[in-house]
């Protein structure tokens, strides 16, 4: 997720975060994780510096392929 602000911590590179546009054009970063795990905030307070459910996301999803 290369276009979202990387001051927003580890959250936009997690494999658990999902991007949401408001009707009104802002961006919020909302966590997967929260849907089953009551630990997680759905709307993670930014910047998340650590967190105990990140997971990389893989560099494959970035990459076109050739
Ligand atoms: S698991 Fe943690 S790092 Fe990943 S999206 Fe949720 S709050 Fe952000």
Same mark, same amino acid.
């Given at each position: %997720? *290369? ?8 959250? *936009? @590179?997690?494999?658990? +975060?999902? /991007?949401?546009? @408001? ?6 970063? %909302? ?6 795990? /009551?630990?997680?905030?759905? #709307? *993670?307070?930014?910047? +998340?510096?650590?967190? /105990?459910? #990140?997971?990389? $996301? ?5 990459? /076109? $392929?050739?």
């Amino acid at each position: %997720m *290369p276009d979202l602000d990387p001051r927003a911590g580890l959250c *936009p @590179s997690c494999l658990h +975060v999902r /991007p949401v546009t @408001s009707a009104r054009g802002s961006r919020f970063l %909302m966590c997967a994780r929260a849907a089953t795990d /009551p630990r997680f905030p759905k #709307y *993670p307070r930014l910047p +998340v510096i650590r967190c /105990p459910g #990140y997971e990389r $996301q893989s560099q494959d999803r970035e990459t /076109p $392929q050739a």
